[in-house]
């Protein structure tokens, strides 16, 4: 689970340091298309990276908890049976 913030922090970063290279690019004449294409391209590129990060953090978060509702009925199922045998036996 760390692994995804630290994925989505640094991908957060990284675009940020984009959105302020952008700035500077736009700034320079028109004879710099390409690197302003490429500029554009990694941007985009970064933008889908995060979203399909953030998708599987939050897929992985979801089996997580269902997992998690699973196991809290077993132990309730549990302690209910050995409450019972405790009753019994007394």
Request: aromatic share 8%.
């Amino acid at each position: 689970m760390l692994y995804f913030v630290t994925e989505i922090e640094s991908i957060n970063v990284y675009d940020n340091h984009c959105v302020h290279v952008m700035f500077v690019v736009f700034m320079m004449t028109d004879a710099d298309n390409a690197l302003r294409e490429r500029l554009e391209r990694t941007r985009r590129e970064a933008e889908y990276s995060r979203k399909k990060l953030q998708q599987q953090h939050e897929e992985t978060m979801e089996e997580h908890d269902a997992a998690k509702k699973v196991l809290e009925r077993k132990v309730s199922a549990y302690s209910h049976h050995v409450h019972e045998h405790i009753e019994v036996i007394r």
